[in-house]
Structures are given as structure tokens and as C-alpha cells.
């Protein structure tokens, strides 16, 4: 018989594919409309509920789960948030998701495990209280709980360390050989220790040192599963990758120029970020990493762009964004579960269609979603109409600045670069003489 659980923001359902055959899922809750089509793409709606989890009650949840798994919004705990924390209106989502585990509790129908996942900003947040307070929520629960850190990069190549709080109710014993006496410096960081140094009496009194074994050898790496004839997405135009070069400060501008002398096929993972001028305005840096890991698959809402692969080989230098390949990256392999509503929705960005113009509608343009990101870099504005561009910032008015707000000091010097243009496998390479 396999093990019953609840599934709390459940997104696409990453978490049901990690479980995998021998639990079965009984309930499962996500509010975003776009997560729960690829949710209902990949395992169906039986279980599938839309709905906000503070509108749940007790009385909605099946039977007796094992398990609860919560994946509760990161985006206010994430060193990229605003530092809101568990007030903030995203985080605090764990609030009315732990209201209904009380409610079971009290309906005697506790889950025996919770799960809860989410940044290592939540071990910090507040300096330390917001983890604090969700360890004295499980302790006054009648959960006893631990906390591992997991970075993805044990397993594939992409940097995604996460934190795990698990969390066994004390009516439930507990094997000796699941617990350790201390840290293990493999799943127990630093700031997580220095986070159990700050709970209180009563949940020090509860935690438990969870025990894992030594991660696995990975492999594989990030060049290894870049494809040199991407689908669904095209390399940039030369200008484009002329364009991201420039954005980058001196200290990545230096990774590019130690890629060239490699000798060797480069692949590098580039992040937009937005960045403060010593004004205080925004502007947007790239910034690039040659270490054969992707960085850490994320969307605009959590404080970054949609990763852009960069391959240098010797003189030649292309760029275009990350494809739908990268579900091997988060562990999937090419016959997991896939994002359903087209390319750019599992990345939460607003990329131009192929067919698309400066002054076309998303009509005219092909589907995409209107909605600006946080920082105003998407390429449709407000009525729906592409503005052009990558959404790489706005143009500094400002005599000590150059385009994209980036100091002249900072630029890569790109000026003697020969840029050729061509299709089909080598459209956008650069030829940096």
C-alpha cells in the first residue's frame, strides 16, 4: 500500500515526481493558474485543487495523510526580496497553510511528517526570527523537527542549495539511525547552525539533527547537456550578445576573456540582475559563471531574469537563453514532468516571440504573457504591446554612464570585436579578435 499525502503549493509537482510510485498523493493545492496546467498536464486533476491556501478548512483535506509537503512562497525570504519575511504577503503563506495543520491536529488526523521547503534566506530573515518562529509553531504543534540544507548541485549541475525543514509528530517514534548526536557539515551549513542557536528553549528542546548520507559523485556536467542545436529558442543576434558583454562589470568581463584561453569549449550561465549606481538607480549587470554549473533556475518575481547560456570557444562567442532542455537540470531527464504552456511560462518572463516587432501587439506577436516583472524589464508594456528589447534596463541619462547605466570603466572592451552573423546552428557568434 503506498504512503497517502498532501501536496501545498505544489506548482508544476516536482515534489509528487521526487516521491515518486510509493506515495500517492491525495490532495494537492496551488493558486497560480499557469503551475497547475502543467500540474494538470503531468499527473491530472483528481487531486488538483485551484484555490488560495488560506480559503482551505480542515474539511477539504482527505482522510489521513502520512505526509504534508509545503513549498510556501520564497520571494519575501530570499536574499533578493524586499526582506518582508513570514509578514510578508507572499511568505506569509505559511501562516494559513500551519492553521490547517493545527486544525488537523485538533481533528486528530495529524500528519505524521511535514515538509517544509523553501531559501536559506529563511534561516536569516528578521536575523533569525522568522526561522525561529516557524520552529516554535512546530514545537507547540507537537512536532519535533530538524532542518537540512540540500544544494542541487550534489546531484545536477545547477547551484540551487535549499532549506528542508522536516518535522515528525511526537505520537510517531523515530529510527535511531535517522538521527545524529551533531551537524554534519554536508547538510547542516553554517547559518543553519547559527539558526538553531537562536530558537527558543522549547524548540531547541525539539529539534532533532536529522542524519543523511554523503552525497552522491555527480557525474555530469553543465556543458554536458547544453544542446548545440537548441529547440525552441534561437541563438542572439551578434548585436545581442555584443549587447550582454557590455553589461558586464570588469570582474565577469575578466571570466569571458579567461574562457577564451581555455583552449577548450566554454559554457557559461549568465544572470541579469539589477543593481543600484552610486545615484541609487536601477540598472542591469550581467554576470557569468564558467564553473560548468548552471545557476539556480528562477523567474523575474524572485529577484533575477531567465538565464542566458553563454559558449565561448576561443575567439567565438554566442548567447541565447536557457531552453526547455533544462529540465534535466532540475532533475527531471527528458521524460519528466515538462512545462505545458509553452516556452517562456515555467520562467515567468515575458521574452518576443520570434515574429516579433517594436510596436506589435501580443496578438500580432504570438502569446505571451503582459505582465511586467518587478523591476519594469519586460517587453510588453502595460496595454500588451511589445516595446522592443530584452528587457535589459533603461538608458542613464547621465555623462559618466553609457548605455544600459553601466560606467564606461566597467565595459568589456568590445570595441575590436568582429562580429559575424549567420543562421542556423551559428546565428549570433561573435568573433572576438
Avoid at 495529524?110 to 522568522?130: F, K, M, Q, W, Y
Avoid at 532542518?147 to 509528530?169: E, G, K, N, T, Y
Wanted: glycine content about 10%; aromatic content about 8%.
Amino acid at each position: 500500500m503506498t504512503r497517502p499525502y498532501y501536496e501545498f503549493f505544489a506548482g508544476g509537482g516536482m515534489a509528487r515526481a521526487g516521491l515518486g510510485a510509493s506515495w500517492t498523493c491525495v490532495f494537492a493545492d496551488d493558486v497560480d493558474s499557469k503551475k497547475a496546467t502543467s500540474y494538470v498536464a503531468n499527473w491530472g486533476s483528481d487531486e488538483l485543487r485551484l484555490e488560495d491556501v488560506a480559503r482551505l478548512t480542515p474539511a477539504d483535506l482527505p482522510g489521513v495523510a502520512i505526509l504534508a509537503w509545503a513549498a510556501f512562497p520564497c520571494q519575501d525570504l530570499s536574499l533578493a526580496g524586499a526582506g518582508a519575511g513570514l509578514t510578508g504577503e507572499r511568505s506569509s503563506t505559511f501562516w494559513p497553510f500551519w492553521k490547517l495543520m493545527t486544525g488537523l491536529v485538533a481533528d486528530e488526523r495529524a500528519p505524521r511528517l511535514i515538509v517544509l521547503e523553501n531559501v536559506c534566506g529563511a534561516l536569516t530573515s528578521h536575523g533569525g526570527r522568522d526561522f525561529a518562529a516557524i520552529g516554535a509553531a512546530l514545537a507547540e504543534g507537537g512536532y519535533r523537527f530538524g532542518a537540512v540544507v540540500v544544494d542541487a548541485a550534489h546531484f545536477v549541475p545547477q547551484s540551487r542549495p535549499r532549506l528542508f525543514i522536516v518535522a515528525a509528530h511526537q505520537s510517531h517514534s523515530i529510527p535511531d539511525s535517522l538521527l545524529a548526536d551533531s551537524p554534519d557539515a554536508h547538510w547542516h551549513t553554517s547559518a543553519l547552525s547559527t539558526a538553531y542557536g537562536k530558537l527558543s528553549p522549547r524548540s531547541k528542546d525539539a529539534w532533532l539533527w536529522w542524519r543523511l548520507p554523503p552525497p552522491p559523485i555527480r557525474n555530469v556536467t553543465f556543458s554536458d547537456i547544453i544542446e548545440a542545436q537548441p529547440k525552441g529558442v534561437n541563438w542572439h543576434a551578434p548585436q545581442e550578445t555584443r549587447r550582454l558583454l557590455a553589461m558586464m562589470s570588469p570582474i565577469n568581463s575578466a571570466k569571458v576573456v579567461e574562457a577564451q584561453k581555455a583552449g577548450r569549449r566554454m559554457v557559461g550561465g549568465v544572470y541579469k540582475r539589477t543593481r543600484l549606481d552610486k545615484s541609487g538607480r536601477k540598472f542591469q549587470r550581467a554576470e557569468v559563471r564558467f564553473d560548468n554549473i548552471a545557476g539556480c533556475l528562477r523567474t523575474p518575481a524572485g529577484g533575477s531574469s531567465r538565464q542566458t547560456i553563454m559558449i565561448v570557444e576561443a575567439n567565438d562567442v554566442r548567447s541565447r537563453l536557457l531552453s526547455l532542455f533544462s529540465a534535466l537540470l532540475a532533475g527531471c531527464g527528458t521524460s519528466g514532468p515538462q512545462p505545458q504552456a509553452g516556452l517562456n511560462t515555467p520562467f515567468e518572463i515575458t521574452p518576443p516571440p520570434p515574429n516579433a516587432s517594436a510596436g506589435s501587439t501580443m496578438s500580432e506577436a504570438g502569446p505571451a504573457p503582459p505582465a511586467l516583472d518587478r523591476y519594469g524589464n519586460a517587453n510588453y508594456d502595460a496595454n500588451g504591446t511589445y516595446i522592443g528589447g530584452h528587457g535589459v534596463g533603461t538608458l542613464v541619462d547621465n555623462p559618466d554612464q553609457t548605455t544600459f547605466g553601466l560606467p564606461k570603466s566597467s565595459m568589456l572592451d568590445i570595441s575590436s570585436m568582429h562580429c559575424t552573423g549567420s543562421t542556423g546552428a551559428n546565428a549570433g557568434m561573435l568573433s572576438c579578435n
